[in-house]
């Protein structure tokens, strides 16, 4: 009696272990022919049996259940998306399970090599089948002007695989576009750990984000890395010198200058810092020379002629206070000469002023000092033309503001 209750025993836990196989054949079957949804359920049962449940094979066919799902679907919004991240953690947990390696059984499936463009039979639909369908996904979004898809989707491509500097640097650029700063130093500082990857535009982007949020150290920090790979990238010169200032490291700004006129003795970016250190120090005449070369250089460049101009002008006003504080005896024997050297420098600076106008024509701030300048010269019908024009852009009482 005891062996026909085994017997029957033994009979009934084959049955439901074969049941439970049945089930997963009929996910792998409703998965094939395209009914998902009856695929889905069926995988669910069978990974809450404890047998099939346990089993790397169900999870696999769950995550491939997943991917279909939301391949097949041809939205790209944050349901389909849930889709996509259901399917990666499910894949995550199988390559778990299989004891992750990717070298033989269920390790080497879940990561089998997947070939975009031949027919969906033969896809592996493999983690890799998710990456690049998501990666497709990110791409229509980004046609369709949804960035913020487009980011999720490239971010979701990038969970696979973390040295693929395509998916990085573009879903780095898209979190810095939609304001998502700290995704987007994620992806940069992944591909900073790529030795052979040229990442000079995310060395830029992440040195604008570091200045943006006002970490002036934390963007020097990036400079120095940077310039230790590149130190002939001018534009990373240019950030350096421009950082130095901002950290008040004088000497290494002006060490920094000297080194970068070397290599680009044209550089009119470069000419106007050493001009404004130069000036800080009390070198004013290194100054204006290194403003006027920037203007030689570059008769368009607006801050070389503006710079030109306002230091010719604060040269007018240290003689000018110079002059006001002679004695009246001094001031008698020195006047007509130090005035003649005051409008000097007026009517030098109008050249620059001038420039700066043609180059920006909506400056009132421009058009205001050219009116100072000729009055202060008695050009009084230059100075009443740009009285009218700044009448008509600021109105009448332009004057008081």
Same mark, same amino acid.
């Given at each position: 009696?005891?062996?026909?209750?085994?017997?029957?025993?033994?009979?009934?836990?084959?049955?439901?272990?074969?049941?439970?196989?049945?089930?997963?054949?009929? &996910?792998?079957?409703?998965?094939?022919?395209? *009914? %998902? @949804?009856? $695929?889905?359920?069926?995988? #669910?049962? !069978?990974? /809450?049996?404890?047998?099939?449940?346990?089993?790397?094979?169900?999870?696999?066919?769950?995550?491939?259940?997943?991917?279909?799902?939301?391949?097949?679907?041809?939205?790209?919004?944050?349901?389909?998306?849930?889709?996509?991240?259901?399917?990666?953690?499910?894949?995550?947990?199988?390559?778990?399970?299989?004891?992750?390696?990717?070298?033989?059984?269920?390790?080497?499936?879940?990561?089998?090599?997947?070939?975009?463009?031949?027919?969906?039979?033969?896809?592996?639909?493999?983690?890799?089948?998710?990456?690049?369908?998501?990666?497709?996904? &990110?791409?229509?979004?980004?046609?369709?002007? *949804? %960035? @913020?898809? $487009?980011?999720?989707?490239? #971010?979701? !491509?990038? /969970?696979?695989?973390?040295?693929?500097?395509?998916?990085?640097?573009?879903?780095?650029?898209?979190?810095?576009?939609?304001?998502?700063?700290?995704?987007?130093?994620?992806?940069?500082?992944?591909?900073?750990?790529?030795?052979?990857?040229?990442?000079?535009?995310?060395?830029?982007?992440?040195?604008?984000?570091?200045?943006?949020?006002?970490?002036?150290?934390?963007?020097?920090?990036?400079?120095?890395?940077?310039?230790?790979?590149?130190?002939?990238?001018?534009?990373?010169?240019?950030?350096?010198?421009?950082?130095?200032?901002?950290?008040?490291?004088?000497?290494?700004?002006?060490?920094?200058?000297? @080194?970068?006129?070397?290599?680009?003795?044209?550089?009119?970016?470069?000419?106007?810092?050493?001009?404004?250190?130069?000036?800080?120090?009390?070198?004013?005449?290194?100054?204006?020379?290194?403003?006027?070369?920037?203007?030689?250089?570059?008769?368009?460049?607006?801050?070389?002629?503006?710079?030109?101009?306002?230091?010719?002008?604060?040269?007018?006003?240290?003689?000018?206070?110079?002059?006001?504080?002679?004695?009246?005896?001094?001031?008698?024997?020195?006047?007509?000469?130090?005035?003649?050297?005051?409008?000097?420098?007026?009517?030098?600076?109008?050249?620059?002023?001038?420039?700066?106008?043609?180059?920006?024509?909506?400056?009132?701030?421009?058009?205001?000092?050219?009116?100072?300048?000729?009055?202060?010269?008695?050009?009084?019908?230059?100075?009443?033309?740009?009285?009218?024009?700044?009448?008509?852009?600021?109105?009448?009482?332009?004057?008081?503001?």
């Amino acid at each position: 009696m005891k062996k026909l209750i085994l017997s029957l025993a033994l009979v009934a836990v084959t049955a439901i272990a074969f049941g439970q196989k049945k089930v997963v054949r009929s &996910a792998n079957k409703n998965f094939k022919s395209g *009914d %998902l @949804e009856a $695929a889905l359920t069926d995988i #669910n049962m !069978a990974i /809450e049996d404890p047998e099939t449940g346990a089993e790397p094979e169900t999870y696999l066919l769950k995550a491939q259940i997943e991917l279909k799902m939301f391949g097949s679907d041809s939205t790209q919004n944050e349901e389909n998306l849930k889709l996509g991240e259901a399917s990666l953690a499910t894949f995550f947990k199988t390559f778990e399970m299989a004891g992750s390696n990717k070298e033989e059984g269920v390790g080497k499936d879940v990561y089998a090599e997947d070939v975009t463009g031949v027919p969906d039979n033969l896809r592996p639909y493999s983690i890799m089948t998710l990456k690049n369908t998501s990666f497709d996904k &990110a791409i229509r979004s980004y046609e369709n002007e *949804d %960035l @913020e898809m $487009a980011y999720e989707y490239f #971010n979701l !491509a990038g /969970e696979i695989d973390p040295r693929d500097t395509t998916i990085h640097y573009n879903a780095g650029f898209l979190a810095n576009e939609i304001g998502r700063t700290e995704e987007a130093k994620k992806h940069f500082n992944l591909l900073f750990e790529i030795p052979e990857y040229n990442k000079i535009n995310a060395y830029y982007t992440m040195i604008q984000i570091s200045s943006a949020e006002e970490d002036s150290e934390g963007a020097y920090e990036l400079v120095k890395n940077a310039r230790e790979e590149y130190p002939e990238d001018k534009v990373l010169a240019e950030y350096e010198i421009q950082l130095l200032l901002q950290l008040n490291k004088m000497d290494e700004a002006m060490a920094q200058i000297n @080194e970068a006129l070397k290599n680009d003795p044209e550089n009119t970016a470069i000419l106007l810092r050493s001009g404004y250190l130069k000036e800080q120090s009390g070198d004013i005449e290194g100054a204006l020379a290194d403003y006027k070369k920037s203007v030689e250089i570059d008769s368009e460049f607006y801050e070389g002629n503006y710079y030109t101009g306002a230091l010719l002008l604060e040269m007018a006003k240290e003689v000018m206070t110079e002059l006001n504080a002679l004695s009246d005896e001094e001031w008698e024997k020195r006047s007509d000469e130090m005035g003649a050297k005051i409008n000097g420098y007026y009517e030098d600076a109008v050249p620059y002023f001038e420039k700066s106008l043609e180059i920006r024509p909506e400056d009132t701030d421009v058009m205001a000092i050219l009116f100072q300048i000729h009055s202060r010269l008695k050009n009084a019908e230059e100075a009443e033309k740009y009285n009218q024009k700044l009448i008509e852009l600021l109105g009448p009482n332009w004057m008081e503001g």
